[in-house]
T-cell receptor, first 108, second 115 residues
Framework: EDQVTQSPEALRLQEGESSSLNCSYTVSGLRGLFWYRQDPGKGPEFLFTLYSAGEEKEKERLKATLTKKESFLHITAPKPEDSATYLCAVIGTYKYIFGTGTRLKVLA | DAGVIQSPRHEVTEMGQEVTLRCKPISGHDYLFWYRQTMMRGLELLIYFNNNVPIDDSGMPEDRFSAKMPNASFSTLKIQPSEPRDSAVYFC?????????????FGPGTRLTVL
């Protein structure tokens, strides 16, 4: 069965304290893995798409990487405005499956 | 561009009533998605359309749920009759075809409360 698991569920960091979020997946025929950011009371906002193992994408303080079994979202020197829920999603066999997210809180 | 527009933003209704949620996708986008988000189950895909045609409705929880897309600029998700367990935030999203079609643009959501 296709599945996406994100860890940790919640993460508190001090401003400037780098860390990584994990997204593990099992899916038949991976067509793409996606990272979204969701702020309270808003819809998810697209961050990255990764299509094949070894691929990396960067945007400001965020860097996403992909292997055959998992993806990491690395946050370098985070700021309070990076606080949000980060969602991972995969497409396999025409199915879009979202993980339950990691709630990130960055303290000033 | 105004982005994906959803209405209403909040809906409170009583069990057994019919609920209709509305969505206007971004102009030019040919994919439209309906999602439901709850704390327990996260974000779940209910149904998606391509060029106004339903492609996969396997996520629709039961026959009480139905969705239509009569034209490229409008879609509805209807629940009849509604039940308390339908309480959730419902999101509509749209995207373009092509290798990057997976980049979905989400609306602000409709928070549904069924009493």
């Amino acid at each position: 069965e296709d599945q996406v698991t994100q860890s940790p569920e919640a993460l508190r960091l001090q401003e400037g304290e780098s860390s990584s979020l994990n997204c593990s997946y099992t899916v038949s025929g991976l067509r793409g893995l996606f990272w979204y950011r969701q702020d309270p009371g808003k819809g998810p906002e697209f961050l990255f798409t990764l299509y094949s193992a070894g691929e990396e994408k960067e945007k400001e303080r965020l860097k996403a990487t992909l292997t055959k079994k998992e993806s990491f979202l690395h946050i370098t020197a985070p700021k309070p405005e990076d606080s949000a829920t980060y969602l991972c999603a995969v497409i396999g066999t025409y199915k879009y499956i979202f993980g339950t997210g990691t709630r990130l809180k960055v303290l000033a | 561009d105004a982005g994906v527009i959803q209405s209403p933003r909040h809906e409170v209704t009583e069990m057994g009533q019919e609920v209709t949620l509305r969505c206007k996708p971004i102009s030019g986008h040919d994919y439209l998605f309906w999602y439901r988000q709850t704390m327990m189950r996260g974000l779940e895909l209910l149904i998606y359309f391509n060029n106004n045609v339903p492609i996969d409705d396997s996520g629709m929880p039961e026959d009480r749920f139905s969705a239509k897309m009569p034209n490229a600029s409008f879609s509805t998700l209807k629940i009849q009759p509604s039940e308390p367990r339908d309480s959730a935030v419902y999101f509509c999203a749209s995207s373009l075809a092509g290798r990057s079609y997976n980049e979905q643009f989400f609306g602000p959501g409709t928070r549904l409360t069924v009493l």
